[in-house]
T-cell receptor, first 110, second 119 residues
Framework: DAKTTQPPSMDCAEGRAANLPCNHS???????VYWYRQIHSQGPQYIIH???NNETNEMASLIITEDRKSSTLILPHATLRDTAVYYC???????????FGTGTRLKVLA | GAGVSQSPRYKVAKRGQDVALRCDPI?????LFWYQQALGQGPEFLTY????????KSGLPSDRFFAERPEGSVSTLKIQRTQQEDSAVYLC?????????????????FGPGTRLLVL
C-alpha cells in the first residue's frame, strides 16, 4: 500500500500557481519526500525532493510541514505542458523500492 | 544526450506467447530498474540490477517473468506464456549511482516504456 495520500485530480488555470497536496502521516524521521511527474505516454520524471526544509529548484517548490506529515508541491506558473500525473513518494535515501501510488492528475486549462 | 530507450514501444501478443522487452540504459549507468505500470495505476517495482548482478527481483509477479543484464548494460525482460493480466506498460530506468551507496530516486532516468497488450 502507498504510504502517501493524494487527491485523484486537480485543475489549474494556465499561468496560475498549481498547489498539489500530499499526506504522509506515517513518514519516518529519515525518510525523504520525493515528487515525480508522468506526462502522457512518457516515463516518470524527477521533480524535487526534500527532508525537512522547504526546497526550490527550476521546476518547482516543495513545502513540508513542520511535523512532516504533509507536503505541497508548487508549480509557480503552470503551463499546458505541466498537465501530467504527479506522484508523491516517501522513502529512504538509500532505497530504490519506492511506492508510487496513483498520484494526482493535474490538468492545466487554457 | 541519449536517454533511456526501450523497444519495442508497443507489443501485441497472443495469450501463451513468450515476449522479450529490451532496455538500453544511459551509457555508464550502473543501476537498472524495471517497473510495471497497469492502466490508471502508478509504476510498481519489479527488479533491480547493479551492473550485471540482479540484486533484487522481489517484485517479479511470477516465475514466468525473467530479467537479465548479462554485460551490465542492455537489459531484457522476458515474459513466458503471457497472460491477459500481464497487459501493462513496462518501464525501464537507469541510474548512475552504484549500489551500496545512496541510490537516490532523483537520479533514476526513465525510458518511455513498452506497452504490452496480451489478447
Amino acid at each position: 500500500d502507498a504510504k502517501t495520500t493524494q487527491p485523484p485530480s486537480m485543475d489549474c488555470a494556465e499561468g496560475r500557481a498549481a498547489n498539489l497536496p500530499c499526506n504522509h502521516s506515517t513518514i519516518s524521521g529519515n525518510e525523504y519526500v520525493y515528487w515525480y511527474r508522468q506526462i502522457h505516454s512518457q516515463g516518470p520524471q524527477y521533480i524535487i525532493h526534500g527532508l525537512k526544509n522547504n526546497e526550490t529548484n527550476e521546476m518547482a517548490s516543495l513545502i513540508i510541514t513542520e511535523d512532516r506529515k504533509s507536503s505541497t508541491l508548487i508549480l509557480p506558473h503552470a503551463t499546458l505542458r505541466d498537465t501530467a500525473v504527479y506522484y508523491c513518494i516517501v522513502g529512504y535515501s538509500g532505497t530504490y523500492k519506492y511506492i508510487f501510488g496513483t498520484g494526482t492528475r493535474l490538468k492545466v486549462l487554457a | 544526450g541519449a536517454g533511456v530507450s526501450q523497444s519495442p514501444r508497443y507489443k501485441v501478443a497472443k495469450r501463451g506467447q513468450d515476449v522479450a522487452l529490451r532496455c538500453d540504459p544511459i551509457s555508464g549507468h550502473v543501476s537498472l530498474f524495471w517497473y510495471q505500470q497497469a492502466l490508471g495505476q502508478g509504476p510498481e517495482f519489479l527488479t533491480y540490477f547493479q551492473n550485471e548482478a540482479q540484486l533484487d527481483k522481489s517484485g517479479l509477479p511470477s516465475d514466468r517473468f525473467f530479467a537479465e543484464r548479462p554485460e551490465g548494460s542492455v537489459s531484457t525482460l522476458k515474459i513466458q506464456r503471457t497472460q491477459q493480466e500481464d497487459s501493462a506498460v513496462y518501464l525501464c530506468a537507469s541510474s548512475l549511482v552504484a549500489g551500496g551507496k545512496a541510490v537516490k530516486l532523483e537520479t533514476q532516468y526513465f525510458g518511455p516504456g513498452t506497452r504490452l497488450l496480451v489478447l
